[in-house]
């Protein structure tokens, strides 16, 4: 079972953390899972940005990404090169460190 380590992060997690997570799932639910509240004001549809992640580390094991996610991506804040959209990114087996950008385009957040 892979584990994704997330840099920290001010409002999602100061301190940083690790999960752990089966292959085959989204690196957006296996955060939601663990109880880091990553925005996906879409739920997950590939339609925003809001859950946009830089991957520091693995970025190769990930699925590759699609078109749609490719033309989302160009729109995200703070986009670099291993820039995914966490409800699209799938894990494999191999573990990944993860960034999440300071800022979303997102005004208004889900639940909240």
């Known amino acids: 079972m ?4 997330i840099l920290p992060h001010a409002e999602y997690c100061p301190q940083g953390a690790e999960v752990k997570a089966p292959a085959g ?5 296996a955060l939601l899972d663990n109880g880091i509240e990553i925005e996906h004001a879409c739920e997950m549809s590939c339609a ?5 992640v830089i991957v520091r580390q ?11 996610e490719d033309d989302l991506l160009d729109r995200a804040w703070g986009l670099e090169p291993q820039s995914r959209l966490s409800c699209q ?7 990944v460190t993860v ?5 979303s385009i997102n005004h208004a957040k889900e639940n909240h």
């Open 2 to 5: 892979p584990t994704i380590k």
């Open 99 to 103: 960034e999440i950008p300071k800022y």
């Open 58 to 68: 693995g970025f190769g094991s990930l699925n590759e990404s699609d078109e749609a």
């Open 48 to 52: 925003c940005t809001t859950c946009h």
């Open 25 to 29: 799932t989204s690196i957006c639910e």
């Open 89 to 95: 990114a799938i894990l494999a087996q191999e573990d």
